[in-house]
């Protein structure tokens, strides 16, 4: 009598059907990263925003407030965000910057205000700017 090893036609159709539920499972987990992602980006560029900011305001604060490494910022808006960030143009193109309250920063050196920035179909986030102005 002969002995045979291996699967049977069963047990391999079961292995198969398992597998195939596992991947609807966890396909649709995985299809949904973009948004995620877009939401990253938008989160870390307000991020990199604030911090220029902050930098800028360093920068402005040791010279004070002269030379050309003080960029001066005033308001909120795509124009003072570009000046600060480096390759700024590229940086925010396909977003918008506005103020998320009041018309302007504040007079006086140091003072700051909330700003939004947007990405149309992925939404808002915040960062802060700070005025400098010689």
């Known amino acids: ?28 987990r995985f299809v949904n990263l973009e948004d995620d992602a877009q939401e990253a980006r938008l989160n870390a560029t307000a991020a990199a925003i604030t911090s ?9 604060a040791v010279n004070n407030f002269t030379g050309a490494d003080c960029r001066p910022v005033t308001s909120c808006d795509a124009a003072n965000a570009t000046a600060v960030l480096q390759n700024g143009a590229a940086a925010l193109a396909g977003y918008t ?10 007079a006086g050196n140091g003072s700051v205000a909330t700003c939004t920035l947007t990405r149309a179909g992925v939404g808002t986030a915040n960062f802060t700017a700070i005025r400098t102005a010689p």
């Open 1 to 28: 009598m002969k002995h045979q090893s291996g699967f049977t036609l069963i047990e391999l159709v079961i292995v198969i059907v398992l597998l195939g539920v596992l991947a609807a499972i966890a396909v649709p």
């Open 52 to 60: 220029a900011m902050n930098i800028n305001y360093a920068e402005c």
């Open 97 to 106: 910057v506005a103020f998320q309250s009041g018309s302007s920063i504040p």
